[in-house]
């Protein structure tokens, strides 16, 4: 069981929105603003999509966008492309003990 | 930019060493220190972050891990390494490596932040 809790699926038609959610407690998610997101192409280096709650490094899309509301941290993915097709998994700090959590993640079908 | 690979032995028996290299390439300032981390997915799991070193050659791992976990860095090699000691079945993972973690650093303290680029992975099997 991951310290972080992602629902293992979501899915969307080209060009909806998604959202996936990643649930912690409040000694990480809700105390700190220092969630990332990492998308996982099958057989491919995981990748940084966002940092620190909803910071996009360069040469990631606008199409994603992070949030956090109290100890649920969210990533939106608009206008979902056949490319985003991946697994995505949320992180996120946890005090000087814990240190780093993980989320289970989350298994995004481009239907 | 900078591109990480993993390399080692695919099977590992029962109690004996599991032992994982991360080569770095692409670095363009040799004036830049980092942290270098090692972090699995377990089957059926979800990531675990395993340890970081520092370039400087400090060091801090996952307090469930850390009876058995050493990483070392040979900067002169573009390297580092991970030994995780007394493997199980449960230690059966893919292993990824991967520059971090960033820091974010407000009114003197410093906190853990993200992790770019990492390396593809490698599955690693514990079985006789």
């Known amino acids: 069981q991951s310290a972080l809790t992602q629902p293992a699926s979501v899915s969307g038609s080209p060009g909806q929105s998604i959202t996936i959610s990643c649930t912690g407690a409040s000694s990480d998610v809700g105390t700190y603003n220092l969630v990332s997101w990492y998308q996982r192409h099958p057989d491919k280096a995981p990748k940084l999509m966002i940092y620190e709650v909803t910071k996009r490094p360069s040469g990631v899309s606008n199409r994603f966008s992070g949030s956090k509301s109290g100890n649920t941290a969210s990533l939106t993915i608009s206008g979902l492309q056949a490319e985003d097709e991946a697994d995505y998994y949320c992180?996120?700090?946890?005090?000087?003990?814990?240190?780093?959590?993980f989320g289970g993640g989350t298994k995004l079908t481009v239907l | 930019q900078v591109q990480l690979q993993e390399s080692g032995p695919g099977l590992v028996k029962p109690s004996q060493t599991l032992s994982l290299s991360c080569s770095v390439s692409?670095?363009?300032?040799?004036?830049?220190?980092?942290?270098w981390s090692w972090i699995r997915q377990r089957p059926g799991k979800g990531l675990e972050w395993i340890g970081y070193?520092?370039?400087?050659?400090?060091?801090y791992y996952n307090p469930s891990l850390k009876s058995r976990v050493t990483i070392s860095v040979d900067t002169s090699k573009n390297q580092f390494s991970l030994k995780l000691t007394s493997v199980t079945a449960a230690d059966t993972a893919v292993y990824y490596c991967a520059r971090g973690p960033s820091w974010y650093c407000i009114g003197g303290s410093c906190y853990a932040n993200s992790f770019d680029p990492w390396g593809q992975g490698t599955q690693v099997t514990v079985s006789s």
């Open positions: 692409g670095g363009s300032s040799s004036s830049s220190s980092f942290y």
């Open positions: 992180c996120s700090y946890a005090g000087s003990g814990t240190f780093l959590v």
């Open positions: 070193i520092h370039d400087s050659g400090n060091t």
